[in-house]
Nanobody, 123 residues
């Protein structure tokens, strides 16, 4: 399985951005996908996750009211709509897939990872 994230860029505070993550290969075993982010000098942290079947979603508290995670199963694609971006959202964003954890926040349960896409929010 390969995951390819895209959509990052340089935006101003208050702007919106949508990230995409396309999965290729054997995706039939996916239980969920998620977004994580890593700011300079920090650990990779959970942002949002979505179950591959059903409607379960989970968000980190600081993004819950601003970000929306969604999926298009037919296209093996996950999205992250980010509104009202803040400078503290600046990070490399990674998409990941798990094989049995649904919309889990726990990084260790994600077996497949894509390359990151950089989001920079200027003040």
């Amino acid at each position: 399985v390969q995951l390819q994230a895209s959509g990052g860029g340089l935006v101003q505070a208050g702007d919106s951005l949508t990230l995409s993550c396309v999965a290729s290969g054997r995706t039939a075993g996916f239980a969920g996908m998620g977004w994580f982010r890593q700011a300079p000098g920090e650990d990779r942290k959970f942002v949002a996750a979505i179950a591959w079947s059903g409607t379960s979603k989970y968000y980190e508290d600081s993004v819950r009211s601003r970000f929306t995670i969604s999926k298009d199963i037919a296209k093996n694609t996950m999205f992250l709509q980010m509104n009202n971006l803040k400078p503290e959202d600046t990070a490399v964003y990674y998409c990941a897939a798990n094989l049995g954890a649904g919309s889990s926040w726990y990084r260790g349960l994600y077996a497949c990872w894509g390359e990151g896409t950089l989001v920079t929010v200027s003040s």
